[in-house]
């Protein structure tokens, strides 16, 4: 059990559907955290929230959008995704110190037909 | 901009052999450093960081890394690699900003065989 759970491990999306990620996180952390991870590349920060709120947006295409209600729990809405958005999407958290080690779930593996 | 390098794609180790996995970067001061190992299907576990202090910091799993600043390196060193340290290895880097900016590099599959 890593403290940090994501749902769903599995998923298929057409490129005009809309999903959701979700990220649960039972850690006591403040800080959440969006990645992408593609074979062979490092993995991209897509979004980052402290104490609910937005401090970090890579230049993110529109189609993926963030969502943080609490401390707890952080979403990624995604629709009308494209082929070369398949990956897996990781969801992270952190204390507020920057030596803070992140703590990852294992991912929602996205296969976009 | 932050940047780390793993110059290596693929690390292969006999068990029983010493094990090395390089890394090097590139960023603005003094720089936090970390590593991670992410096992198949399954997300990153934190293995050890460099803060600041003694440049050897040792980490889970028996794995240590040293800092080199005049090389701007971080090497991950185990004495001994098992089978069961095959897995997938990220280096990282942090500036001391506290701004959330840590960069990873693209990785290194070690296989360790029997």
């Known amino acids: 059990e890593t403290g940090v759970t994501q749902t769903p491990r599995h998923l298929v999306m057409g490129m005009t559907n809309k999903k959701s990620l979700k990220c649960e996180q039972h850690?006591?952390?403040?800080?959440m955290y969006w990645y992408k991870q593609s074979a062979k590349k490092p993995l991209e920060l897509m979004f980052v929230y402290s104490l609910e709120e937005r401090v970090e947006n890579n230049s993110v295409p529109s189609r993926f959008s963030p969502e943080c209600p609490n401390s707890s729990h952080l979403f990624l809405h995604l629709h009308t995704l494209q082929p070369e958005d398949s990956a897996l999407y990781l969801c992270?958290?952190?204390?507020?110190?920057?030596?803070?080690?992140?703590?990852f779930g294992n991912g929602t593996r996205l296969t976009v037909t | 901009a932050q940047s780390v390098a793993q110059p290596e794609d693929q690390v292969n180790v006999a068990e029983g052999n010493p094990l090395t996995v390089k890394c090097t970067y590139s960023v603005s001061g003094n720089p936090y450093l970390f590593w991670y190992v992410q096992y198949p299907n399954r997300g990153l576990q934190f293995l050890l960081k460099y803060i600041t202090g003694d440049n050897l910091v040792k980490g889970s799993y028996g794995f240590e890394a040293e800092f080199n600043k005049s090389q701007t390196s971080f090497h991950l060193k185990k004495p001994s690699a098992l089978v069961s340290d095959s897995a997938l290895y990220f280096c990282?880097?942090?500036?001391?900003?506290?701004?959330?900016?840590?960069?990873f590099g693209a990785g290194t599959t070690v296989t360790v065989r029997a």
């Open positions: 990282a880097v942090s500036p001391r900003s506290n701004d959330y900016k840590l960069s």
């Open positions: 992270a958290s952190s204390g507020d110190r920057d030596n803070s080690p992140l703590h």
């Open positions: 850690l006591g952390h403040n800080a």
